[in-house]
């Protein structure tokens, strides 16, 4: 990510993947090993986007950054690219990766991503086949009827807009999707994947939203505008937040929930600025 001639190297070979490694779409993860690491200094005093062979480019004092692969950091609009380079600006006297989660996504899209499409695509719909949302309580009635209250419109958004018809189970019992609705997540997926130029972005976005939600039709309403990223958010959270009422807050888990919204909402605003025409 550093410029070309600047010494401080540091950020970039946190970041950068072994030799032969796809790099992984997991940015809670990284963000811990970066914390641990000694952080660099700022080496710029502007960050900004300019438009450059064919893209949205980061600039840092005018020269174009790099990602751990040495590619260009560049996004597929400006509205992206200015999300990119408003996070730079905020870093202070170190630069922290901890607090650049729109960075570490853009990296993913554009040195692992992009090279692997359809395996990304198709790691996202196969949370379609076992979602949270279709795992209900058995035994809790207050719960299920949480469950229900945010869940069952999930359900019909699946069944109206993606045409897929899901079967609920009830506690750990597995439920073996209908083929046709697991084909049905996978096509929406690689929809949204499908433009050249964003695809990769949108997928990695997608990517992240799924796995911390631990759903992709959570993670295809807010795609499609059906929720928000706060009401998918809370959805995800349905079970834990019922617990938390029958036993107490747990405020290591809240601050560990607080730190993975960052990352959704960063993944939430990557995919919406992407698309933007």
Not at 63 to 68: E, F, L, M, S
Not at 232 to 246: N, R, Y
Request: proline share 5%; hydrophobic share 45%.
């Amino acid at each position: 990510m550093n410029q070309d001639d600047k010494p401080n190297k540091t950020i970039r070979d946190d970041l950068a993947p072994t030799p032969g490694e796809i790099i992984p779409i997991d940015p809670v993860a990284m963000a811990r090993r970066d914390l641990r690491k000694t952080l660099p200094k700022r080496f710029y005093k502007e960050a900004t986007a300019e438009a450059r062979d064919g893209a949205f480019a980061l600039l840092l004092d005018g020269r174009p950054a790099k990602t751990p692969a040495r590619n260009a950091l560049a996004l597929p609009t400006l509205a992206a690219a200015q999300e990119l380079a408003a996070e730079w600006a905020r870093q202070e006297e170190f630069i922290d990766p901890g607090s650049m989660p729109l960075t570490r996504i853009a990296n993913s899209a554009i040195d692992g991503v992009a090279r692997e499409m359809a395996a990304t695509a198709a790691n996202v719909a196969k949370y379609g086949a076992s979602d949270l949302i279709c795992y209900r309580a058995g035994e809790t009635e207050d719960l299920a009827r949480a469950q229900a209250a945010s869940w069952d419109k999930v359900l019909d958004f699946a069944r109206d807009n993606l045409g897929a018809r899901l079967i609920c189970a009830e506690g750990i019992n597995f439920a073996e999707q209908p083929e046709p609705a697991r084909r049905a997540i996978l096509e929406a997926v690689e929809k949204i994947a499908g433009d050249e130029a964003s695809g990769p972005f949108a997928l990695a976005a997608l990517h992240v939203m799924t796995t911390l939600t631990g759903s992709a039709l959570l993670a295809l309403a807010v795609a499609h505008g059906a929720l928000t990223p706060e009401e998918a958010w809370t959805a995800a959270h349905v079970d834990e937040d019922f617990q938390m009422k029958v036993w107490g807050v747990d405020e290591q888990a809240m601050a560990r929930r607080e730190r993975r919204w960052a990352e959704m909402e960063a993944a939430a605003r990557l995919l919406e600025t992407v698309r933007r025409t």
